[in-house]
C-alpha cells in the first residue's frame, strides 16, 4: 500500500574546513543570489561568525522558515513548511553550494548532511499513537501498565550502516504526529562523508535526492506493512 508523502521541512547542512568570513564578501554573496530565481532571498543580517540570509513568512512559532545560514564551519539550508518541492529544494542547494565555492573562501565541502520531514495519512487508524503501540510494536494493556498512563507520543528510530551504493549513512524515525492524530510523522536524516568540490557539486543534489528516496520507498514501504484499510 502507498503514500502520498506530505514534505514538511527540508534541511541540508554542507560542512566545510573552518573559515572567517568578511562582511563585503557575505553581502556580494547575497546580492548575487538576489538575482537567482532558485535561491534568491529577500534580507540579509550578519551574525555570530557568518551571515543569515532569509526570507521573511511569519515570525510565530511554526511558521514557514525559509533561510540560509552561512557559519563558519557550515552552510545551513532550511526550507520547512514553505512547500517547496523536492526539485527546487535541490535546485536551491545546488545553486548555493556553487555560488559559496565561488564567492567565499571555501575550497570544498568536507561532508554532507541532509534531512527530509514528511506526514504521511494512516489508512487503518484514525490515531497514530495507537497505530504505533497497539499495531507497529504489539503492545497491550498489560505491557503498557507499569508506565501508568499511556505516551501522548509513540515513535521508532532507527539507524542503518552506510549504503553500499552511495556511501550514505541513514537515521530515521517514525512517529505518531501530535498535531494531526491521521497523520505519522516520518524523518531520514541522511550524512555523506565523501567531500566533494566544484567539479563535484551534482553530487550534492543526488545526495539528497538518495535520503528523500530512501524515505519514501523504504521507510513508507516498511510502515505500510502494518497499515491496513480499516473495514467498513
Known amino acids: ?64 522558515v525559509s533561510c540560509t545560514n552561512l557559519l563558519a564551519d557550515r552552510v545551513q539550508i ?3 513548511q514553505t512547500g517547496i518541492s523536492r ?20 575550497q570544498l565541502f568536507v561532508a554532507q548532511q541532509f534531512a527530509v520531514r514528511s506526514v ?3 489508512h487503518g487508524s484514525s490515531d497514530t499513537r ?23 507520543l509513540a515513535g521508532l528510530r532507527l539507524a542503518f550502516p552506510p549504503d553500499q551504493a552511495h556511501g550514505g549513512i541513514f537515521n530515521v524515525r517514525v512517529e505518531s504526529f501530535t498535531l494531526d492524530n491521521r497523520s505519522l510523522f516520518l524523518e531520514n536524516v541522511g550524512t555523506f562523508g565523501k567531500p566533494i568540490v ?3 557539486l551534482p553530487e550534492i543534489g543526488e545526495r539528497f535526492e538518495h535520503t528523500y528516496d530512501f524515505l519514501q ?7 505500510s506493512q502494518f497499515d491496513a484499510e480499516e473495514e467498513g
Open 1 to 64: 500500500m502507498s503514500y502520498g508523502l506530505r514534505s514538511i521541512a527540508f534541511v541540508a547542512e554542507l560542512i566545510h574546513p573552518p573559515v572567517q568570513h568578511q562582511p563585503p564578501a557575505l553581502q556580494k554573496l547575497h546580492g548575487d543570489l538576489f538575482g537567482d530565481a532558485q535561491c534568491s532571498y529577500k534580507d540579509f543580517r550578519l551574525v555570530p561568525g557568518g551571515a543569515q540570509l532569509s526570507n521573511a513568512l511569519g515570525g510565530a512559532p511554526g511558521a514557514p
Open 78 to 80: 532550511r526550507e520547512e
Open 87 to 106: 526539485e527546487d529544494f535541490r535546485g536551491r542547494v545546488e545553486s548555493l553550494a556553487a555560488q559559496v565555492l565561488k564567492t567565499l573562501p571555501v
Open 120 to 122: 504521511v495519512n494512516a
Open 130 to 152: 495507537q497505530f504505533m503501540l497497539r499495531t507497529l510494536f504489539g503492545f497491550d494493556e498489560t505491557v503498557l501498565e507499569p508506565l501508568g498512563a499511556e505516551p501522548t
Open 198 to 200: 566544484s567539479a563535484g
Open 217 to 223: 520507498d523504504r521507510l513508507a514501504g516498511f510502515v
